[in-house]
């Protein structure tokens, strides 16, 4: 079982940035690593995962403004936030699974984060 500690989020406004990291305790070259968030009163959804090809799957909220990435030698999960809006308020968490990531689904994600909190003030 991997452990992943969350970091980076904070309170910006409107049109703000922040990068979130997610430091893994094992490997994550082989899986597929993923951010999802959960707004209060909402469930939780998927915002971005990454392969071990690179290849990356995008909610449509943040297509454009968030990029995921991945940092194998130091086994760090990225996630740029660009021109944040006030609905990407949310807990953000990473998460590991051990198969191919096909889309956002939540399902096989064995190891999760704590979380890191990040807040859109218009």
């Known amino acids: 079982q991997v452990q992943l500690v969350e970091s980076g989020g904070g309170s910006v406004q409107a049109g703000g940035s922040l990068r979130l990291s997610c430091v893994a305790s094992?490997?994550?070259?082989?899986?597929?690593m993923g951010w999802f968030r959960q707004a209060p009163g909402k469930e939780r959804e998927g915002v971005a995962v990454i392969n071990r090809a690179a290849s990356t799957i995008y909610a449509d909220s943040v297509k454009g403004r968030f990029t995921i990435s991945v940092d194998n030698a130091k086994k760090i999960v990225y996630l740029q936030m660009n021109s944040l809006k006030p609905e990407d308020t949310g807990m953000y968490y990473c998460?590991?699974?051990?198969?191919?990531?096909?889309?956002?689904?939540?399902?096989?994600?064995?190891?999760w984060g704590q979380g890191t909190q990040v807040t859109v003030s218009s």
């Open positions: 998460a590991r699974k051990n198969f191919w990531c096909s889309t956002l689904g939540q399902t096989y994600f064995g190891s």
């Open positions: 094992g490997y994550i070259n082989t899986y597929c």
